[in-house]
């Protein structure tokens, strides 16, 4: 499992606390471990804090979450990032229902892998959930299939496992080629993905129907 907490929401020496901004030791104090590949870059950050006075602000975050995505999270596997960081509490500045990065890494996460990230609130032992900024999750959807070739798929934890699954293929084509023998296993594994991936998506398509349909009562 991996959560989400603020620096001032994690009281407590007994859960693994990961650093994801820019300056661990400096206004944080944090002394812990720390995943660098995480942090915002810092000329876009700049940008978004200039303009929170000359435009809106949803205007403004919608530009960070597309930027941090392109500059950051495209760089990046999800399935890589979460094995590396299960087990972790992803540590930042802003509260809980203030707009962050460590939001952004949760939809992220939760829209390529289909597990959730919580937001919470740590005191010794005592987890607490909290609530976190729900509209992140549909603009950094949004920003990403306008920036991916979604190859005829709508869900992009669908379009993940197809294209895992073009890997294993293609890693059998150039095993059996050098080695002159079968390696089904690879090829089994790669069904098995495309398989999920149709299920995913025919599950994904139905959930959108009924939401529209729901909107349009």
Request: aromatic share 14%.
């Given at each position: 499992?991996?959560?989400?907490?603020?620096?001032?929401?994690?009281?407590?020496?007994?859960?693994?606390?990961?650093?994801?901004?820019?300056?661990?030791?400096?206004?944080?104090?944090?002394?812990?471990?720390s995943y660098s590949l995480?942090?915002?870059?810092?000329?876009?950050?700049?940008?978004?804090?200039?303009?929170?006075?000359?435009?809106?602000?949803?205007?403004?975050?919608?530009?960070?979450?597309?930027?941090?995505?392109?500059?950051?999270?495209?760089?990046?596997?999800?399935?890589?990032?979460?094995?590396?960081?299960?087990?972790?509490?992803?540590?930042?500045?802003?509260?809980?229902?203030?707009?962050?990065?460590?939001?952004?890494?949760?939809?992220?996460?939760?829209?390529?892998?289909?597990?959730?990230?919580?937001?919470?609130?740590?005191?010794?032992?005592?987890?607490?959930?909290?609530?976190?900024?729900?509209?992140?999750?549909?603009?950094?959807?949004?920003?990403?299939?306008?920036?991916?070739?979604?190859?005829?798929?709508?869900?992009?934890?669908?379009?993940?496992?197809?294209?895992?699954s073009e890997k294993f293929?293609?890693?059998?084509?150039?095993?059996?080629?050098?080695?002159?023998?079968?390696?089904?296993?690879?090829?089994?594994?790669?069904?098995?993905?495309?398989?999920?991936?149709?299920?995913?998506?025919?599950?994904?398509?139905?959930?959108?129907?009924?939401?529209?349909?729901?909107?349009?009562?």
């Amino acid at each position: 499992m991996i959560y989400t907490c603020s620096y001032k929401n994690f009281k407590t020496n007994l859960y693994k606390g990961c650093s994801i901004s820019g300056d661990k030791w400096g206004r944080a104090g944090w002394k812990g471990n720390s995943y660098s590949l995480l942090a915002p870059k810092k000329k876009f950050l700049t940008i978004w804090h200039n303009n929170k006075e000359i435009i809106s602000e949803n205007e403004n975050n919608e530009y960070y979450i597309e930027e941090y995505y392109k500059q950051v999270l495209s760089k990046l596997d999800p399935e890589e990032t979460y094995r590396k960081l299960d087990g972790n509490f992803l540590l930042c500045f802003e509260d809980n229902g203030e707009f962050c990065h460590r939001h952004i890494v949760a939809a992220w996460l939760e829209l390529f892998l289909d597990n959730k990230v919580n937001e919470v609130k740590v005191d010794g032992l005592a987890i607490t959930y909290l609530d976190s900024p729900g509209y992140i999750k549909e603009v950094l959807e949004k920003v990403i299939k306008n920036n991916t070739n979604m190859r005829g798929f709508n869900s992009l934890r669908a379009l993940y496992l197809f294209e895992m699954s073009e890997k294993f293929e293609n890693e059998a084509d150039i095993m059996e080629e050098k080695f002159e023998k079968s390696y089904g296993h690879l090829r089994q594994a790669a069904a098995y993905l495309r398989s999920e991936a149709d299920m995913i998506e025919d599950d994904y398509r139905v959930k959108k129907l009924v939401k529209r349909s729901g909107n349009n009562e």
